[in-house]
């Protein structure tokens, strides 16, 4: 556990950001607020109306509020235990799985990368190397039923460049 908190020092690389990724792919924002805002399609789409106040996701705004705490974010951290491979994507690991520090429970994480540091930070991701995740809670046009849990999206991912020691 010693290790653990050591790494929450540790020099961290920031390996996925959701705002990046929209920069890069802004085409797939327009596409997002498109189906949000278009309420013939109840089924599609984040809820034009995201947080307090009530914002459009993705937006200038969103991001502000975000910033701001009014949009809620949680963080996850750990230990990278283990990789995975599925699907079919060249037979490289997809998915780790991290032990959380805080719960104790085991977690898995989908890789996520910013196509112009895909290849640095993919070594990254390896076991024994601590991960820190920000997720931000999304709201869908159609809610869930009352008792299904919010859903989040993966906003900011952090890993360690050296493996965590006991």
């Known amino acids: 556990m010693l290790g653990m908190m050591a790494?929450?020092?540790m020099d961290l690389r920031q390996v996925y950001s959701l705002k990046m990724y929209y920069e890069e792919h802004p085409e797939c924002l327009n596409r997002i607020q498109e189906q949000s805002l278009d309420i013939t399609k109840l089924e599609l789409g984040f809820s034009p109306h995201q947080g307090i106040p009530k914002v459009l996701y993705g937006s200038?705004?969103?991001w502000d509020a975000i910033d701001s705490g009014a949009i809620e974010t949680i963080w996850r951290e750990g230990v990278i235990i283990e990789k995975d491979i599925q699907g079919m994507d060249d037979n490289r690991p997809n998915t780790v799985y991290y032990v959380d520090r805080f719960d104790g429970k085991k977690y898995a994480q989908r890789m996520e990368f910013n196509?112009?540091?895909?290849?640095?930070h993919y070594k990254l991701y390896d076991i024994k190397h601590y991960i820190k995740i920000c997720f931000v809670r999304v709201e869908y046009k159609k809610q869930p039923l009352l008792y299904e849990p919010p859903d989040y999206n993966v906003l900011k991912i952090y890993v360690s460049k050296i493996i965590v020691t006991e």
């Open 60 to 62: 200038p705004e969103w």
């Open 7 to 9: 790494a929450s020092r």
């Open 115 to 120: 196509e112009r540091n895909k290849r640095r």
